[in-house]
């Protein structure tokens, strides 16, 4: 049987392939830390479980708007703009199974063949992965550790031509965990007015920074009708499986995404919009706990990964992720995330998950324990000791 040929341009995440190794060596009786899943390890707090069951007791499980539920999409409006200074209304916003959707709609949307789509490398493989499938250009921009893992403003401006469409931005950072400077937003606004391009900013992990405040670029001059920020509940309310995530884009476009969601998913499950209501409108207290926690794990991992032979690692100021730099170790990142799990018991990321630039370096992401974080840290360190000898 023959297959579009288009498949050949899709790309994957490697995270589940890694996880689903682990698994396999967890079934022959090894023991395993896994640092590898970037999701809270964290139960969904109670309130928010409680409305889902509610809201389905109450009849919410029926088709709804595909853009979402009116006062859901009104609430979201309502908080981004007040947080956020991102100037919007409910009509801006559109509701999506999880904010991967977002990805791949904002760029059906607006990606001709032939297109530059230009994003971090390293940076979440999926950006790079829907811009091939749609054929456009795809052009990293290399995040280097001697900046602090922030875009360089000279690169990304000599990169840019007649055919440049959309630009993608994600902070805190997914691998490097890495917050842009305030300057670099600025900077990046200031090219996207004066070349006309699109802004594509992934600001899934905002409200977990740990220094300095989220700046969205949407709320800069002259941006909001630019810029589709995505956004959602997997990382900041610890609900991944409910699938929940929306965009804030101009009218138009919204009215187009929302035509996308009728033509796939219908609308996103109204029973897990109402929980995403209720995350929203509740106290923050459990969200504001759950950062504290991973503010003390950033702390523990990055000043155990700076203890081990041959490996150094940049301080993270935001979401759960630590990016250490293990060329000192003389193995390469692939190979090195391999022996990491094989040998020492520990499951993280290669760097090169992320693109080719992020090669010599590791990922791990820090939602686990502070005693299997500890325990990892002791096994890598062991490991990288007898190999040093
Ligand atoms: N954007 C980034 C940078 C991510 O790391 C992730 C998840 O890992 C997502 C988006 C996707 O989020 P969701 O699970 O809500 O689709």
């Known amino acids: 049987m023959a ?19 682990a698994q396999a060596l967890e079934a022959q009786g090894k023991e395993v830390i896994h640092l590898e899943i970037g999701e809270p390890d ?24 595909s853009a979402g539920l009116p006062e859901f999409r009104r609430l979201i409006a309502e908080q981004w703009n007040k947080e956020r200074g991102i100037p919007c209304d409910a009509d801006n916003v559109v509701v999506t199974p999880g904010a991967k959707p977002i990805m791949f709609f904002a760029m059906l949307a607006l990606i001709e063949a032939g297109d530059e789509v230009l994003y971090p490398s390293p940076g979440f493989p999926i950006y790079e992965s829907v811009a091939n499938f749609l054929d456009a250009r795809t052009i990293p921009l290399v995040l280097r550790e001697q900046n602090g ?41 200031a090219l996207a007015r004066k070349h006309d391009f699109w802004i594509l900013a992934d600001e899934i992990y905002a409200r977990i920074q740990y220094e300095g405040r989220h700046l969205s670029i949407a709320s800069l001059p002259g941006m909001a009708e630019r810029t589709i920020v995505l956004d959602g509940f997997s990382k900041t309310y610890a609900m991944t499986g409910w699938r929940l995530g929306f965009g804030i884009m101009e009218k138009q476009l919204a009215r187009h995404v929302a035509r996308l969601m009728t033509n796939s998913n219908s609308c996103t499950a109204t029973f897990v919009q109402k929980a995403g209501h209720a995350a929203l409108a509740g106290g923050q207290s459990e969200v ?30 935001g979401a759960f992720y630590a990016f250490p730099n293990i060329t000192g170790t003389g193995i390469k990142s692939a190979e090195l995330a391999k022996l990491m799990l094989e040998e020492a018991g520990v499951a993280c990321l290669s760097g090169t998950a992320f693109g080719a630039a992020g090669e010599g370096y590791l990922r791990f992401s820090y939602a686990n324990s502070a005693e299997n974080i500890g325990k990892a840290l002791n096994w890598m360190g062991e490991f990288l000791a007898v190999r040093a000898r």
């Open 42 to 65: 964290f139960d969904t707090p109670k309130y928010i479980r409680t409305a889902a069951a509610e809201a389905i007791e109450a009849g919410f499980t029926h088709y709804g708007p």
């Open 288 to 317: 504001k706990a759950m950062v504290e926690e991973f503010r003390v794990r950033r702390d523990l991992i990055v000043e155990g990964l700076n203890r081990l032979p041959g490996v150094t690692c940049f301080k993270p100021s």
């Open 3 to 21: 297959y579009a040929k288009r498949l050949n341009r899709l790309g994957t995440e490697t995270a589940f392939e890694v996880l689903a190794r």
């Open 149 to 189: 893992f922030d875009l360089d403003i000279r690169d990304l401006e000599s990169k840019l031509t007649s055919r440049t469409r959309m630009l993608v931005l994600n902070s805190p950072h997914n691998p490097t965990g890495a917050v842009m400077k305030p300057e670099t937003v600025e900077a990046i606004a």
